[in-house]
């Protein structure tokens, strides 16, 4: 199963940017999708973005196109979330996930990091 840990989380103010970065180790085989997840105070975890294991295929929330980037070195490993514009509803903890099936089973899961804090603040 593969291990996820995120980091570049911060501070930032209104308008700024930050660059978040999500590193995969263990098993890191047969995965089909990754992408970030966040989560505000008091409001549930939504889904920002997403990129395929080729990094060919993206796709984004609605509150974030234009100003959010994800994109990967390789097929496998580092995806990175560039934030642009930033604003006070982009605060909350953000999470990455990865998404992975086993071609001998056909058994499917889904690993997750355990999240950084973004805080838009003037």
């Known amino acids: 199963q593969v291990h996820l840990v995120e980091s570049g989380g911060g501070l930032v103010q209104p308008g700024g940017s930050l660059r978040l970065s999500c590193a995969a180790s263990?098993?890191?085989?047969?995965?089909?999708?990754m992408g970030w997840y966040r989560q505000a105070p008091g409001k549930q975890r939504e889904l920002v973005a997403t990129?395929?294991?080729?990094?060919?295929?993206?796709n984004y929330a609605d509150s974030v196109k234009g100003r959010f980037t994800i994109s990967k070195d390789n097929v496998q490993r580092p995806v990175y979330l560039q934030m642009n514009s930033l604003n006070a509803e982009d605060t909350g903890v953000y999470y990455c996930?990865?998404?992975?099936?086993?071609?001998?089973?056909?058994?499917?899961?889904?690993?997750w990091g355990q999240g950084t804090q973004v805080t838009v603040s003037s």
């Open positions: 263990g098993t890191i085989f047969n995965i089909n999708r």
């Open positions: 996930y990865a998404d992975q099936r086993s071609p001998a089973t056909g058994v499917e899961s889904r690993s």
């Open positions: 990129i395929s294991s080729r990094g060919d295929s993206t």
